[in-house]
């Protein structure tokens, strides 16, 4: 098989899920090395996936290595260029739903351990501390529209002098992994910031068919406010970008 942006999407997004979702099972199920390690355990572990699953998207043949939808949809209006999104978010689903089968499997003897549904769900998708639709849509809303804001912004430095203080080559996914960290530690409290459909999507499919012992419903209720409000806000983040002439 050769590389390519499907395939690179796809083992990408895998690995973004692996380690994002990994970090929320260390820390949450019950008896794992992590466990109650805490936000900042957790927020650091999905920064590091995320320029983790950059460089592996890079690899496997993504030069954009979008790991996400709404990143996706973001530069499509943005560039006003929508080819990119029939091959990127099938990968970026499909690598979602798998990671989050990994992580099932890295905590197997863990899930029975661990009694409370609810922080079995968190293992693989968002909740709201404070259920609130408006309130919730608009967190990962805002969160969205930074995040496009940040990684366009990252890519504009990159296209600058190093000498006259833009990015070296090299160095842009440990700046986006940086961002993410960033979103979780500022915005993160209120929903969990999904800021990615697939993200929550695709482990929420799999939470739904896999064997957890005890693992209660997949609150399919919510399931949709991770998946539109990132987006609403990657288009709002786009046209207000391309507004500016970026």
Not at 38 to 54: E, N, S
Not at 78 to 92: C, E, K
Not at 95 to 117: C, R, S
Request: glycine share 14%.
């Amino acid at each position: 098989m050769q590389p390519s942006p499907f395939l690179g999407e796809l083992v990408g997004t895998m690995v973004l899920i692996l380690l994002g979702n990994g970090v929320v099972a260390n820390v949450v199920l019950k008896k794992t090395k992590g466990s109650q390690g805490g936000w900042i355990v957790i927020t650091a572990g999905w920064g590091f996936a995320v320029m983790i699953g950059i460089f592996v998207a890079n690899a496997f043949g993504s030069a954009a290595a979008h790991l996400n939808p709404a990143v996706t949809v973001g530069f499509a209006f943005l560039r006003r260029d929508f080819s990119q999104i029939a091959t990127y978010v099938p990968a970026q689903l499909i690598g979602a739903f798998l990671g989050a089968v990994l992580v099932w499997l890295q905590y197997l003897p863990h899930w029975k351990e661990t009694e409370d549904a609810g922080s079995k769900l968190a293992c693989f998708s968002t909740d709201p501390a404070v259920r609130s639709t408006g309130a919730n849509f608009m967190s990962e809303f805002i969160a969205t529209i930074l995040l496009i804001v940040g990684v366009v912004a990252i890519g504009y430095a990159g296209t600058s002098d190093p000498d006259k203080g833009g990015i070296p080559s090299g160095v842009a996914p440990y700046l986006v992994g940086m961002l993410v960290w960033s979103i979780g530690l500022s915005l993160g409290g209120t929903t969990g910031y999904a800021i990615n459909p697939v993200r929550d999507l695709g482990p929420r499919i799999a939470h739904a068919i896999l064997p957890i012992p005890n693992k209660g419903g997949s609150d399919w209720g919510y399931g949709w406010i991770p998946v539109v409000a990132p987006i609403a806000g990657a288009i709002v983040g786009g046209i207000i970008l391309r507004s500016f002439n970026f």
